[in-house]
């Protein structure tokens, strides 16, 4: 918790990429850490890695696939990418 507890204060100062870093300790300790997976996920799109995000948003939908934020930030990363028609290959119903 020491490390998601230094990342909530290096991203709230703008040092994401010492945020990241210690997300990715964090999630290390915990691969369930689901608060640690979105703020990093955010944190990467945030810093235009979006490959990244991507990984992150992908590993909370392979734990939980109806989490909706997850669902609309890796939307949002897609079209960040201008990828328009990822998004909707994601959202339509099968």
Known sequence: MAYYNRAQTYAAQ????????????????????VQALVFRGLLCFKAGRFDAALQDFDRLLALDSTDVAALIYKGDTYRAQGNWKAPLRHTTAR
Request: glycine share 0%; aromatic share 16%.
């Open 14 to 33: 703008k040092k994401y990429e010492l945020a990241i870093d210690d997300f990715t300790r964090a999630i290390s300790l915990d691969q369930r850490f």
